[in-house]
């Protein structure tokens, strides 16, 4: 990570900049994640349901 910061800086960008993408990648990742979960969690409880209908 600090070397990421250091090589922003070098190509320009301030390190507020750097910060708020840093977080702003987390962020994403972190919602693309819950949401991959989420996703799993309804499948299987589709999967469930349709072995109690059978």
Do not use: C, F, P
Not at 9 to 26: S, Y
């Amino acid at each position: 990570m600090l070397e990421l910061l250091g090589d922003a800086q070098v190509a320009g960008w301030t390190k507020e900049e750097v910060l708020a993408a840093m977080i702003e990648v987390a962020d994403n990742t972190a919602l693309a994640m819950q949401q991959n979960v989420l996703l799993s969690v309804e499948t299987e409880l589709r999967k469930l349901m349709k072995k109690k209908d059978v």
